[in-house]
């Protein structure tokens, strides 16, 4: 069992930036790929970014990509998601995950095996 935990959210104007953290229980972190999702209200989660265990493969959704970047620092046992130019429609409860297939980076919900609680972003216009 790993357990995530996130933090960095808040609220920001539109054009600003956030850096989410996810520090995980698990002393191997590089065990599992990574991912960021979020969801909004009344919407489906949705795949933001994903970085296999070594940092070298990285995928973004297009909504995010040129402004937002994923890194890890498996010493320190925790992945980031470094967000800039923000703007009201990344509002939403961002959350980490673990996926045991360490060499990808995937973009599915259904391939991720630990999640954690999430930490809210809200971005004024």
């Known amino acids: 069992q790993v357990r995530l935990v996130e933090t960095g959210g808040g609220l920001v104007q539109a054009g600003g930036s956030l850096r989410l953290s996810c520090a995980a229980s698990e002393r191997t972190l590089s065990n599992y790929a990574m991912g960021w999702f979020r969801q909004a209200p009344g919407k489906e989660r949705e795949f933001v970014a994903g970085?296999?265990?070594?940092?070298?493969?990285?995928n973004y959704a297009d909504s995010v990509k040129g402004r937002f970047t994923i890194s890890r620092d498996n010493a320190k046992n925790t992945v980031y998601l470094q967000m800039n130019n923000l703007k009201p429609e990344d509002t939403a409860v961002y959350s980490c995950?673990?996926?045991?297939?360490?060499?990808?980076?995937?973009?599915?919900?259904?391939?991720?095996?630990?999640w954690g609680q999430g930490t809210q972003v809200t971005v004024s216009s």
């Open positions: 970085i296999n265990w070594s940092g070298t493969l990285i």
């Open positions: 995950a673990a996926d045991w297939s360490r060499s990808s980076a995937s973009r599915m919900v259904h391939d991720y095996d630990y």
